[in-house]
């Protein structure tokens, strides 16, 4: 159970939040010129690292808005949290 | 005072007298005494079986490190316990508890004949014997083992107890009330700083508080005096909360922590009032300070398990803190010196004593202390057996060789009624690793200690391997000052004196001149598994220690091998010719000691299960009669029965009345979604699969929304209620999940739409009234308002007022049937529904519930979304063609919709079904085959609704088959249990093709 830093919120329990998978995926701008194969890349291909992850999460039970976290999944540990639309932290 | 009460104590009131009932015999103990001591104040050591070879064994230890003594509390009563320790629970009178692994009795049982078959239960035996043949596992292995298991019995009651849930947090948090965390509490408290203490006993001051020996004193008073003032102290303070009866049970990441508080567990059966049982503690701190301790190990020899074997820090505590001697006639067997404190004390008290030491020779203080009280030592010496059935009488000693592999010279007898064993010191990690932590391994003394890199976390004192006592004091009182970041400590000028150990020794299987074949050198005494089994799985091939101790089941039982775990490890990397610090510790999960689910769960039973949404209208639902369906969260109408009606009856009334005339709908349970803003007109283009931009103001229209998969995700009708402003529906089950999707699409896709999405499903309450006479109704109720087919047309809305109040008419049908719904603010919700009641009562307007409105959708072959679709469904899939635009550029899931997996013909796609006898309803979820003589038969599709239609006289059902689309008028089948069906593919509009009820 970790704490999460709410951009907009602050310091809040995990359980208020949910995780929304790997970050930084844009939805293709045409996705009508896309092969089956690209289109597929987009749907279905995620990495699911084991170490630093950059993820989107919701403050669901809160304000519900959405930022991005990079979290290290082998141990939790939150390295940065960022609004969206706002660039990542290099890493 | 009963002849092992030897000793009077602080925490012990013998003028109280405390009766209580084992194994169906009466005893007498003392407030103050855990079922343990009094046991054994009363000379009872013998108090369970073995788990595999059903040995006799006694109490071993003090603390939740016990194996043995494991009982079942207060059987038949609804309150009844089972794997309880009976080192851990509180005497209290009238308490009755049983051995619980001892069918039919402790002192003769039927599974004792294991013991004399033992060389045929090996490691894995139950793997490798009860594999086959495979009929007699069910009927005679598993009842077989389950009843000689005897592994208690749960309450087959319902928990009368209630528990209780609290939040906390802190500042410092700090597990553990011996000597360092009360140092460690004492320097954060006065620091200012919002400190909590939590300690599993009801007594603070861990061993300390009864160690009175001449060697360790602190500032020149006993440790255990100068403890007892630091307590009273501690007590004053302010800005510390001192949590007794607490037991920590999971150590999570970012400092949270759960504790079990027990609140009456203590108490008498006729004490506990009803009040709360369990309090489970759910604790952020900012810092957290471990100070478990450590857990006294015992040492493997050869049939180590009697009763009467016990540990040796145990038996001083029996002796210093609840005044009970465990024997007259004492032997110790050690590696260490701490054994030598239980010793002296024994000596003081006039008791009896021998000590054999594995190690040539310590010269520390304690070991002179000894001597000089004249307590023979036998030095370079290992016990080789042990005697006595019910309980230990003697024992036999020989000496080690030089290297301690092996024992030499002759065997000699010394009788004993009590053997104390010490292997040295555990530090307990657990909560350290639970945390997330790593560990060293100590070669000196054979110990994994943390590996601290978290700085809002440490360890100090024994579980951190500080072991003498003034290294705890000292190591303590920096660490915490530099934790805590704080130069304040009235610990900095503390003189100390001590013993200190310089000489040890660690052996962990200990030689004997018996071959190993038959020696019986246990490490597991719950699972009772053996140095023998360790070394025959490492035979076998096993080498990683995870599966070790799942095949040899060492470490596995309910004390989670908090006195096996090492000894295992020793053993395998001494037999595998190992570094033991290479081969790694299990992992040790949460919690540390069991919890109840009662702890778990707290006030979350009952009706606090889950949240219960009900509309305004509820009770008027209840006052009709009505019978409840749960829609997620919501209650809804699911009919109205009259006159003991059944559900069949009352639905095919229900719904012919919503035809013939009139019906009313409940439909407030709908998720309504307010959207607002310039780019409103874009959104609704983007997430739903028709086009939106050209829908006049005043107009309806119904969507479909997919998921980018391109599978349906949700349905309903959307209004424009003016240029920027819609008013979305949603499925009653969807409309959370709807609304968090669009949120996530305009805030992380489409951030530059102006657009503002919020929920307002329980803002309005909603009535929907249908049937050839709903128009008359309407017309009655808005007296003012031009109902006509052109002033208010099919998929429009107009505002409109009831009695000064402000509400929405939709014309829009779910039912096929000409249709008003009228949205009121939730307020009005019951007033409204009661006028419509009023004024429909001339056309016998009829409540319906969601199953009638199910049967009269389906009727008109309506879709659900989540009952006709399953999130493999498109609106192709669906025969919904006309729904998806060609011309829009986009739409959240169109790309899918021409995948390769999507295009294929032969995907399932719905279809009417109609039954060659149309009396026949067919099940829902029932499986459709084309062929039946073919085999395997192959499943082609199944049934997702299916009804007695009463408007149509006959059975309908709608259905998902294979290639669907092209089998218009073939016949299939349904085969159930006991019969096939014959059903026909139809269109799946039953009703009104022609659309012409909907302007009745
Ligand atoms: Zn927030």
Same mark, same amino acid.
């Given at each position: ?91 | ?47 369970g079986r073995?788990?595999?070879?059903h ?17 079942q ?25 049983s051995s619980q692994n001892c069918w039919p009795s402790v002192?003769f049982d039927i599974g004792g ?31 077989l083992?389950r009843m000689s298991a005897g592994l208690g019995k ?34 954060? *408290? /006065?620091? +200012?700083?919002?400190?909590? &203490?939590?300690? #599993? @006993?009801?007594?603070? %001051? ?5 160690? =009175? ?45 759960? *504790? /079990?508080? +027990?609140?009456?567990?203590? &108490?008498?059966? #006729? @004490?506990?009032?009803? %009040? ?5 503690? =759910? ?718």
């Amino acid at each position: 159970m970790f704490l999460i830093n709410c951009p907009y919120c602050g310091e809040r329990d995990q359980s208020e939040f949910s995780c929304g998978g790997e970050a930084h995926i844009v939805r293709p701008k045409q996705p009508t010129e896309l092969s089956d194969d690209q289109w597929a890349e987009y749907l279905f291909m995620r990495k699911n690292i084991k170490g630093v992850q950059f993820e989107r999460w919701n403050h669901v039970h809160g304000c519900r808005k959405w930022f991005n976290m990079v979290r290290d999944t082998s141990n939790d540990k939150i390295h940065a949290i960022y609004k969206m639309g706002e660039k990542p932290p290099v890493e | 005072m009963t002849k092992y009460r030897v000793n009077k104590t602080k925490y012990i009131d013998q003028t109280k007298t405390v009766s209580f009932n084992f194994d169906g015999k009466s005893y007498h103990g003392f407030e103050g005494d855990t079922l343990a001591s009094a046991l054994l104040s009363n000379g009872v050591h013998l108090v369970g079986r073995s788990f595999k070879y059903h040995r006799p064994r006694g109490i071993v230890s003090s603390g939740c490190e016990e194996p043995n003594a494991i009982c079942q509390i207060n059987e038949d009563t609804d309150l009844t316990e089972p794997n309880v320790r009976a080192t851990e629970i509180e005497l209290y009178e009238g308490l009755k508890a049983s051995s619980q692994n001892c069918w039919p009795s402790v002192n003769f049982d039927i599974g004792g004949i294991n013991n004399f078959i033992s060389p045929f239960i090996p490691a894995g035996f139950y793997y490798k014997t009860f594999m086959w043949p495979k009929s007699f596992w069910k009927k005679i292995y598993e009842p077989l083992i389950r009843m000689s298991a005897g592994l208690g019995k749960s309450p087959t009651k319902p928990d009368p107890e209630l528990y209780d849930h609290k939040h906390v947090h802190c500042d410092v948090l700090i597990i553990g009330g011996g000597i360092s965390g009360i140092i460690a509490s004492k320097i954060a *408290a /006065k620091n +200012n700083l919002k400190t909590m &203490l939590i300690e #599993d @006993k009801n007594v603070l %001051g861990g061993s300390t508080i009864f160690q =009175k020996n001449e060697n360790y004193k602190i500032n020149n008073k006993y440790s255990s005096e100068w403890i007892e003032e630091e307590i009273a102290e501690l007590k004053k303070l302010d800005n510390l909360t001192i949590k007794t009866r607490t037991s920590l049970a999971a150590y999570h990441s970012y400092n949270y922590l759960l *504790a /079990k508080e +027990n609140i009456s567990d203590h &108490l008498p059966l #006729d @004490k506990k009032n009803g %009040g709360i049982r369990h309090r489970l503690w =759910k604790i952020r701190a900012d810092k957290v300070i471990v100070a478990t301790g450590a857990i006294e190990r015992p040492l493997v020899f050869n049939n180590n398990d009697r009763p009467g074997i016990m540990l040796s820090n145990s038996v001083k505590k029996y002796l210093d803190f609840y005044g009970v001697s465990c024997g007259f006639n004492n032997a110790i067997f050690t590696n260490n010196d701490s054994a030598y404190e239980t010793a002296v004390s024994l000596k003081e008290k006039g008791i009896s004593v021998k000590l054999i030491d594995i190690r040539k020779k310590s010269n520390s203080k304690i070991v002179k202390n000894a001597e000089n009280l004249g307590v023979k030592i036998y030095w370079n010496s290992t016990v080789v057996n042990t005697f006595g059935h019910r309980k230990i009488n003697s024992i036999e000693i020989m000496n080690l060789s030089e290297d301690g592999s092996n024992v030499v010279g002759d065997k000699s007898r010394i009788n004993c009624d009590c053997l104390a064993v010490s292997g040295g010191w555990t530090p307990m990690v657990h909560l350290h690793t639970q945390s997330g932590g790593k560990l060293d391994f100590r070669e000196i003394d054979q110990t994994f200690i943390p590996n601290e890199i978290d700085k809002n976390h440490i360890n100090v004192g024994s579980c951190n391997g500080d072991f003498e006592l003034e290294d705890i004091i000292k190591n303590t009182n920096n660490k915490i000052k530099n934790f805590l970041k704080v130069s304040e400590s009235d610990f900095d000028s503390c003189s100390v004196i001590d013993s200190k150990e310089f000489d040890k020794r660690n052996i962990w299987l200990l030689p004997n001149y018996i071959s190993e074949g038959k020696c019986k050198s246990f490490i597991d005494f719950q699972n009772d598994s053996t140095a023998k089994d360790i070394k025959l799985a490492l035979r076998e091939g096993f080498k990683s220690i995870e599966h070790v101790k799942r095949y040899t089941t060492t470490g596995m039982a309910t004390d989670q091998g908090k006195l096996s775990n090492m000894h295992a490890l020793g053993i395998i990397a001494d037999t595998a010719g190992v570094k033991m610090g290479t081969l790694g510790t299990t992992t040790f999960r949460p919690p540390f000691t069991p919890l109840t689910f009662g702890a778990i769960v707290g006030r979350s039973v009952g009706k606090f299960f889950d949240v219960i949404r009900k509309t305004s209208i509820h009770e008027w639902h209840i006052q009709n009669g009505a019978k409840f369906e749960n829609v997620g969260q919501w209650k809804r109408p699911w009919y109205y029965p009259i006159n003991n009606e059944t559900l069949h009856d009352a639905v095919q009334r229900e719904s012919k009345a919503a035809r013939d005339s009139a019906g009313i709908l409940d439909a407030s349970t709908l998720g309504k979604i307010d959207i607002q803003g310039t780019d409103a007109s874009e959104f609704l283009n983007r997430v739903y699969t028709n086009a939106w931009s050209k829908l006049g103001i005043g107009k309806c229209r119904y969507g479909l929304m997919l998921n980018e998969d391109g599978m349906v995700y949700d349905d309903g009708v959307t209004t424009r209620l003016g240029e920027n402003h819609y008013l979305m529906t949603t499925t009653t089950g969807g409309a959370a999940n709807v609304l968090s999707k669009l949120e996530d699409y305009l805030q992380t896709e489409w951030p530059e739409l102006d657009v503002y999405l919020t929920s307002v499903t329980d803002h309005y309450s909603t009535a929907s009234i249908c049937g050839p006479n709903s128009k008359k109704i309407l017309t009655k109720i808005f007296p003012d308002k031009d109902f006509n087919d052109d002033a208010f047309p099919h998929m429009s809305y107009q505002n409109a007022k009831i009695n000064g109040i402000n509400c929405r008419i939709m014309r829009i049908s779910f039912t096929g049937e000409l249709s008003y719904e009228i949205n009121i603010d939730s307020k009005y919700g019951m007033s409204l529904w009661e006028k419509c009641i009023e004024a429909g009562k001339e056309f016998k307007i009829t409540p319906y519930g969601t199953e009638t409105m199910h049967l009269l959708r389906a009727e008109k072959g309506f879709i659900i979304v989540g009952q006709d679709t399953d999130g493999t469904m498109t609106p192709i899939d669906l025969q919904m063609d006309w729904i998806v635009s060609k011309k829009k550029y986009d739409f959240i899931g169109k790309r899918s919709l021409y995948r390769s997996d999507t295009i294929r013909e032969d995907r399932k796609q719905l279809v009417g079904l109609l039954t060659d006898d149309p009396n026949e309803v067919l099940e829902e979820g029932a499986q459709i085959v084309s062929d039946i003589n073919k085999k395997p038969i192959e499943m082609i599709g199944h049934v997702t609704s299916s009804y007695f239609s009463p408007n149509l006289n006959k059975s309908i059902a709608l259905a998902v088959v294979k290639g669907g689309k092209k089998m218009n008028g073939q016949k299939l089948i349904v085969p159930m249990e006991n019969k096939n069906i014959n059903v026909t593919v139809s269109n799946f509009i039953f009703l009104d093709k022609e659309n012409k009820r909907i302007n009745a």
